[in-house]
């Protein structure tokens, strides 16, 4: 069984700060601001793709009521809301969760991203791509 069903199952203890009957929210043990806390179905799913399109609006939902708890208790107004879907994504527990994580101030937590360059044509081609 993965850790996360662990959790849900309270085998393994966590500070949750938000339960229902589908999702269970717990702060993360390594954060990357103090608050951050992790939205988690108690059902196994792998990753977003696995979720059916109850769950995952459910699950957006849930991470919207825990940012506005967030918001209300430590007194802070803005988030990074991530999901990692994937090992190359930076996913390392393969059950679906998503990442509340509060910004307390520019730089809290940086993508560090390097963009492309695309010409008309590459945008064109790959507009029809996925399109069609
Ligand atoms: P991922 O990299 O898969 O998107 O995020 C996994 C997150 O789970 C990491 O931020 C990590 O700190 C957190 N985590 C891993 N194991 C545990 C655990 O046993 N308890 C809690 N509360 N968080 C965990
Ligand atoms: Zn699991």
Redesign the pocket.
């Known amino acids: 069984m993965c850790?996360f069903c662990k959790?849900a199952n309270k085998e393994?203890p966590?500070?949750t700060v938000y339960e229902d009957d589908n999702f269970l929210a717990?702060?993360?043990?390594?954060?990357?601001t103090v608050g951050?806390t992790?939205v988690v179905p108690k059902k196994h799913y792998a990753n977003l793709l696995e979720l059916d399109e109850a769950t995952a609006k459910e699950a957006l939902n849930v991470a919207r009521k825990v940012a506005l708890l967030l918001k209300e208790k430590l007194n802070v107004s803005d988030f990074n809301i991530?999901?990692?879907c994937g090992e190359n994504a930076?996913?390392?527990?393969?059950h679906f969760?998503i990442?509340v994580i509060p910004i307390y101030k520019k730089g809290d937590l940086e993508f560090k991203v390097q963009t492309k360059k695309l010409s008309d044509e590459d945008f064109k081609k790959l507009h029809t791509k996925i399109i069609k």
């Open positions: 850790i959790i393994i966590s500070y717990f702060l993360d043990l390594s954060p990357i951050h992790l991530v999901n990692n930076g996913q390392s527990v393969h969760h990442h």
